[in-house]
């Protein structure tokens, strides 16, 4: 879709731009047709994004609100028409083991879908607060409907939209949903699904010389992601204690895999482990009556707690190096390695890496086991063991723990530190403190509890029991080459759900670009 016919020039060395007020978490709504109700779920409740002090330089603000994202096996792709963009890199995964890829049928489905729902369901609401009117560039693509008699607020149609804006504009704008999507008919008959739908609005700054409009660097973007719900005997859903909330689907489909393993020296006698995972959140739809789903069409979390150890080449014994935890998010309807990035970590500081106190020998034989629990459970043990104290960690200048600063990436994380003992001061006990480190997770990590985790390709589901046993245990056997490289030799996956397998590799599953 073009959205304007005039000329548009890109200038992005020009410094010149808006003011943007930035928040540095997503927008999350929950849509629960079975009841007509939709809730806001983020922690924050500043949704609106703020846009003041345009240069005079800047004549427009060109706004797309059309965007949605998704991934191949490889790539983050942004998608804007509804049509399946190319792959973004020219990546690949390999595996010796069972690795399940993405059908490019499914995923061209997905994407028309999701653009489906932006287009039936999603507006934006744009206001001037200082009461100017707002207007569009004349050859601009977007319909304004005012919803204020001064024309200063008004909501938007179409997949972007160039409007006015001046020195003193201080425009405020936020999505709606359109009341007919909370219908289960109306969602039915536009062929959307019970799903997560994550999008992006984005924001550029827009200047005009001689008739030509110059578009400059983005000056920010919010990230939205809606939950859909399946109806309440569809799926398995849980609601939460507060009855003011809407529930959650309570089971899992992410089957874990071991990935590429990288271990590089630091200094003389420290060594980086930074492992990796395949994972494949996919499963297979399942339609009951005119409505379909998967387990797998929501983000979902990993977590697991990682153990390395040398292992002694005389006796076969092994040494602990050390341990550590493993924890992020993954997209929804997904396979692809499972890499961290700092709006995916759900470790804190850790981004999934180990520093340790050893040197590599070429011939010294290491074995890496990775145990992957029911992950909120796992957090909330995480948190009572290296984090209870440390709770101003994320506190923002005016002490609210929400929204604030994300963690920075970090080599690698030192050695664990020991379960600190309850204090008899405190008068909380283990149970206490686990609930009260269970309540800053939902702030902090991950909200959601799982019941079951569910295997779709042969219909078994295997209940969860909290950090107790895990669903998943891999155990990736490596030895270091005559260049300090790492060598795959053996690997172990055992799990009642998925999977099971033990054999010798020549490589672990990694991705592979030319």
Partial sequence: MKWFFTTFVLTPSVIFACDMQRSLS???????????????ETLSDNTRI?????????????????SIYYQDDTSRIESISGN??????????QSETPAQKIDATFLQTLVQSRHNFLRKCVRLAIVDQTGQKITTHPQSACQLKAITADGSTVETDGA?????????????????????????????????????????????????????????????SRYIRHTILPAKDFMPRTVKDDQDDLPYISALSTNISAG?????????????????????NIAKEYCKGTECARVSGYVAPIAGLLTLS?????????????????????????????????????????????????????GDEFVLESKFFEPRSYLDELSLTQNFFDLNSSLDAEGSSEDAL????KVGQLLPLPKMPTLPSVGLGRAGVLDFSDRMNMKKNWSQKYDRVCNSQ?????????????????????????????????????????????????????????
């Fill in 26 to 40: 997503e927008t999350q709504f929950t849509i629960d047709p079975s009841t007509n109700k939709m809730k806001l």
């Fill in 50 to 66: 703020q846009v003041s002090k345009c240069t005079p330089d800047e004549k427009f603000l060109l706004i797309n609100f059309n």
């Fill in 84 to 93: 399946l963009i190319q792959k973004a890199s020219n990546c690949s995964i």
């Fill in 160 to 220: 972007g939209c160039l409007i006015a804006v001046n020195p003193n504009s201080n425009i405020a704008m936020e999505a709606r949903l359109n009341p007919d999507c909370l219908q289960s008919s109306f969602l039915s008959s536009n062929q959307i699904q019970a799903q997560d739908i994550e999008s992006v609005i984005k924001l550029w700054p827009v200047g005009s010389e001689a008739g030509k409009l110059s578009v400059q660097n983005p000056i920010g």
């Fill in 260 to 280: 590429q393993i990288s271990m590089s020296s630091m200094g003389k006698n420290k060594v980086v482990i930074q492992p990796t995972f395949f994972v494949e």
């Fill in 310 to 362: 040398k292992i002694n080449s005389v006796n076969g014994k092994k040494t602990q190096i050390g341990e550590w935890p493993h924890a992020l998010k993954v997209p929804a309807n997904w396979t692809g390695m499972a890499e961290f990035k700092t709006e995916n970590n759900l470790t804190g500081m850790s981004m999934g890496a180990l520093t340790a106190n050893i040197t590599l020998t070429p």
């Fill in 406 to 409: 994300p963690t920075l990436p």
């Fill in 458 to 514: 042969n219909l078994n589901c295997v209940k969860l029991s909290g950090f107790g046993t895990p669903f998943v245990t891999l155990k990736a056997k490596f030895k270091i080459g005559p260049n300090k490289e790492v060598i795959a030799e053996h690997v172990t996956k055992s799990s009642a759900a998925f999977e099971s397998y033990d054999q010798d590799v020549t490589y672990f599953t990694k991705k592979v670009c030319e």
